[in-house]
């Protein structure tokens, strides 16, 4: 969106804020009433201490007390649905016909398959949004929060992970770094950040040139793809809610919507849970405590895990312990109530020594320490004034500590050429000579400090008749510090990765500054009621956001970033009733400290490289190079969304279509770039020099004018992805015979990665025993596109006087296909030379590049036709089941086995050789106890 | 190893000198096997009842008779929750594919649950982890599902294994009938942690539908079942560099030449289809003295495998007939008598593909394979037979001795047509066993002794290679095998559980023991060169010892 419609954009919203005191002049007090009541377990008539009450319609949600008590102040008139939820109870959901001051008793089942309403899918809210609850999550059986992701329309099933980092994915097909990085996983309103981590050292950095890069800190780390999600444990969570489409505006520095975790809360028996399948064991305990009726509840749960993902593989175990405690606390008088909320969470791994066979033949050794502390102080004032409904403050903050520790055997082939040890200027040095093999010490520190405050105001004006209006306003700091020494080769000399003359001199990461953003946003709903079966509904939402402490070369510190974003959906009868849903939105997500401020690249070229077996004669003069790999124009990754859906509801039936549109041509990337270069050479000795029993000397060669292009990779806002698609969800009326109701649900994906920036390629050619001396720039447009359409059909067969449920879920894709597209332009439109000129390609040079020119004719790109082919792979299908069976109350035992039955058939892989997929069952185990009730 | 069945066996005898109960029906009916010598324990055992039951168990029609009809009830419990702990060891002669060290743990559960108006809905959970050590020229579990078409590496070493077992029915009546639905799935991960490591990951996959109905007092019962196994097979070396010959092979020592070649690591998957049926009938029981119960069975599985390149190089199919005939005298006094005759007669065929390479894309230099042929030549045969009589007397009520004896009949052959080779083991096990059951208020005792001799019938050993002028595996794959059933031997196998009832529930252990000694043919000697000699576990060319040992102790939960 161009600047100047944002600030229209803003304006509007001004408009609505300062219209507000116009609009509560008619602000007409008949049309809401009070709503009280009480919150019971249907058990034993004790209060439901602390369970969510809201009006979703109306975005109206309150806590109740420790003794169950709940009260709205202005509800509109009408038919309103009323949910409930709590810890360890079934949801519930009450009709209410508001016409004057009402009072309730809502009572609760404690959660059982016994009862016919346990709820084991996943349920969209009014706002498009995606809720698994408890039950559901307890019959997921997750591991990881990826677990859950199966339930979005559009997912398919993947065996999960843990033993390395996995990017999470969002309405694509495959992942992509920047999707990953741009998906804001929250827990209980407080963002999970890494973006305070930073590692910069040539072969763990991403896309660092060296090929013999340390895959296995890469793959497990993740630097600068978001959240890893195996830290977050799913036991301590009570429901999950994942937005896909258009965020509120309350939201930001994301790019590819939500994962909003809600951790749990209140009074519940001890639960033990212990799950074994092929690749984790688990174990958690939690319970919840009434304290006093004073002081509250507190809940505590502790799990560990551990997880292998190939078995064989020593190095792939991860084991994670998790703590959590989370307090809260109602204070209430005539006029406010405050709700009080602290969390504390602790996470570390275990099992820090991360050897097998090869390792130990090595004597190489691998350690990995993490730990997070996580604190978490919310507070939350009910004023139901006239301006104010109710104020929450917000304040998150954690520590991180997180040290990766190698001691790793380096073979060097022949011996390398080394610049002289944390030489920091350009120029000519003398160069030392690697040994053939050596070990290397070293360990990246990370310890990023993170905050997070927000300050939120609600107001909510029931304006003249059906006509509500609510705002939504605050204003947001966040803070990540990294207090780490970064990445630390204890003895420079003897380099981890040497293998290409690539270096960094890595600063501390506590010399680096903090990165610091601040943002304020606002949100205006407007609901319209006609009546109870016409709902029409707008948010318009907008951000400002701004970075502060940036040095002032870079772009970024002079900006106000904005973030429109806007909703609106109109509800329609009774029977049968239809939402048509539109939204419009601009997400951004801003770049990392590793992004801001990557490390010098100092480069080594021997100039003199005169090596002996007698090591009192050898010789080197290297010349070093410094690419400072910053890029002060970095911005933010800007992601434009559009999206469309209808609702359907009618007896049961339940039908949601999405079609969606996304695109962002500004993600991060490494970009490699080429510099030219010329330095002197000496590598032709003098005829009649001898210098085999003596130090050379320069002067005993024959200097030489020497050039190459020499590449290094700098990060840019190059990635693009366009993201397209249709998402639908049936649930079909259950089947009281079969006791079976059916969900189905899937998407067609269309996803293309490439790049906004133009290619260059450099041939990899010497023309006369010389480095080519050309890079071409090419404007082909290249990217990879895939398709998938997908099904997923859950078969939930629930026998409640058995206490049993089954699941048989099959996945059919129907369309899978990958191709590679560019522009087919065989031409570059400009070349650069050795002197770093620039020079279009005009028809001469044409002709040159089609010609037999020994250095134009390179330039030509050439694909054959099949590397165009459109890979498509035929119908595939996968069979799941799950079962769990209840004793009692007191047990739950569950079984799953995944890909029970698959059919992949032979294809032909790019119309050529027959291939197929093979898929291996995956299955486990889990109890689940519940003490004293 | 040796101090750990000493212990067993002192447990054992402390629990046998007092005294036995049906309960263990429950615990035997629903024991699986996880080691080649639990097998072995559960072919030698003379346990008439257990037989039969897992037989009648297997329709699933028959738990809602069992629940309808009290004569066919067999104590007193219905659920169980169990764990046990089993070890077994091999020396001298072995299988090499099977390995000669077995230790296994199991966590059991089972229960069943009727509703008058309904049916009965009953369930199976286990979740057991073991290690089979010293396999040596095979990299698959459950070879002998498979045999001859495995693959091996010829390094070989311990497999660690994880297995997962889940399995629920429901039997109803309709009308007259009594009918049933069950299905089971089994999942095992194996894995081998020194290199080449392996990584199997073995599954089973069944369905079940019975049917019964009763003729005046005359049973009949008939059941199918339908399934489907999977193993995916992986071999790698984590050393960079290190590479090796995977043998691909066909039985008599034979291997793919060109599929067998050098690589860094190797990967295929094999696929089973099985059908089986069985139609059983018993006459009426109540206030008949003779009853008579026959059942036969039928079985057909298709087994092939598929390389990573989609090639099927080969597929066996196996028929298999299991007749039993038991008639059970109940006079009305202190004593009966049974009498079992009983056969299993397996068949199978091995057909092998043909596959020509040819050049699909010629301007990408892109080839692919196609089918040009299959041929017959492996088979198998492989048949056991036994012969029992039993006695039964109750002295006192309450007490129950029985006296037992029979024997045994095995034959395994194998044949490839074309060349000639053959090789056929057969042998006679006459047995005896002494049982006594001691059922009190609060407690139950059982306990049984059983002794055996193994004697050679005749053995043949007729593998000569054609193609001498590479090694092969007859060594290895063919005559290991033979050499470890041309052996005569002793058995012994004592089985004791003890049940303290409470009100509701009882909690009982259970302990069972074999030892087998004897030795190897002396004229089952290998005389040729060793065709790939390796460090790979496996028996000597001479004659050896033929011991072992297996021990299994259970702590059970029932109600």
Known sequence: MPHNTSIIFFSICLFFLLSVPCLSATNDTKSTYQVKGTVLSASDGEPASFAMVSIGEFDLKTICDIDGHFLFAKVPAGMRQIQVSCLGYSPKEQSVNVEKDTELIIKLSVTSVALPEF??????????????????????????????LLLLPGNVYKENDMSSFGQISSRQVGSDANTSLGIAVMTDGAPIVNDGMRTQLVGITDNSTSYSGDSEIRSRTGMNQGVDMRYISTDHIQSVEFTRGISSARYGNLSSGMIQVNSKYGVTPLRVRVKADLKNKLAYVGKGFRLSEKAGTLHVGSDFLHSIDDIREEMDKFSRITAQVYYNNQIKTADYQLHLDAKLNQTITVNKMKKDEMTYQYDESYKADYSRTNLLLKSSLTLNRTWIDEIEFMLSSDLVFDKISRHKFVITSGGGALNMPLAKEEGEHEGMFLPSMYYSDFYIDNIPVNLFTQLHTASRFQLSGPLSLHFQYGLEYRRSKNRGDGAVIKDETHPPFPQDNSYMRPRPNWQIPALSIGAAYLQADLLYGIDDYNLFKISLGGRATHMFNLPDNYALSKLVLTEPRVNASYTFGQGLKNTFRIGYGVENKLPTLDYLYPEKLYKDFYMLNAFTNKEEYRRLITYTNIFDMANTDIRENKNRKIEAGWDLEYKGLDISVTAFYEKTKSGFEYFTVYNPLTYTLYSTVKPGADISNRIP???????????????????????????????????????????????????????????????????????????????????????????????????????????????????????????????????????????????????????KINSDDIIFRQLKKTILPIGYARNSKPVSLLWNIKATKEFNKYAKLSFFVNGILDIHPKYLSGGKTTERDWTDPYFGVELFLNFSL | MRRSITYMILAGWLTTIHLQAQTSLLGDRLRDTFSPSEKRYDTQSMDMETRKLRQTYANPAFYDIARSDSSFQTGRYRSMISASYSNGRVEGDFLPYEGNAFTDFRLTGFGQYSIPSAGTLFGKVQYARGRHKNIGWNAMRHPELYLPYIATDSIGGDFHFEDYHVEGGYAFSLGNWHLGATGFFRGEQAYRKTDPRALNNTTWLNVGIGAARSFGGHLLMLNGSFGRNKQHMSLRFWRPGEQQRFFICYGFGLYDHRASSIRFGYSRMYYIKEGSARLTYQSPSRQHPFVVYASIGYEYDRMKAEESNVQDLYFSRTNTFSPTL???WQPGGAWDVSFLLESRLDRRKGYENIFEEYLIDEANNIYDFRLIDTQQKYLYSYSESMAQLRLRYRPLPGQTLSLQTGASYFLRKEEYRGTDYRVKNSAILPQARIGYLLEKKRSEWEWNVQYGKRIGTGNTYQVVMQNQSIPHLDFQHTFAPYAYYDCDYSSLLIAATYVCRFKRFGIGVNLKLMYTSGERDKEAVYAGQVGFASSAPMIASSPARHDEWWGSSSLFFVF
């Not at chain 1, 996943?122 to 859950?148: F, M």
């Not at chain 1, 840019?716 to 059916?742: C, D, H, Q």
């Not at chain 1, 099904?791 to 191709?819: D, G, R, Y």
């Open chain 1, 119 to 148: 709820e084991v899918m996943a349920k969209r809210t009014k706002h498009d949004k995606i809720v698994v609850n408890e039950a559901a999550l307890e019959y997921i059986q997750p591991t990881s929060l990826a677990d859950v």
């Open chain 1, 697 to 847: 000397q320069k002067e005993d060669y024959l200097p030489e004018q020497y050039s190459l292009f020499t590449s290094s990779s700098r990060v840019m806002n190059s990635s693009k992805v366009i993201k397209k698609g249709v998402e639908y969800r049936i649930i079909f009326p259950r089947i009281a015979p079969l006791y079976t109701t059916i969900e189905l649900n899937g998407a067609f994906y269309k996803t293309n990665y490439g790049s906004s920036l133009p290619e260059y390629y450099y041939p990899d050619k010497r023309v006369a025993n010389k480095p080519y001396p050309y890079v071409g720039i090419y404007d082909t447009d290249p990217q990879n596109e895939y398709r998938r359409l997908n099904t997923n059909i859950w078969f939930n067969t629930h026998i409640p006087k058995c206490k049993l449920i089954f699941t048989n879920f099959i996945q059919l894709v129907w369309i899978a296909s990958e191709q590679y597209k560019d522009s087919r332009t065989k031409y570059p439109y400009a070349y650069i030379d050795f002197s770093g000129t620039a020079h279009p390609v005009g028809t001469s040079e044409i002709e």
């Open chain 2, 326 to 328: 038991r008639l059970d």
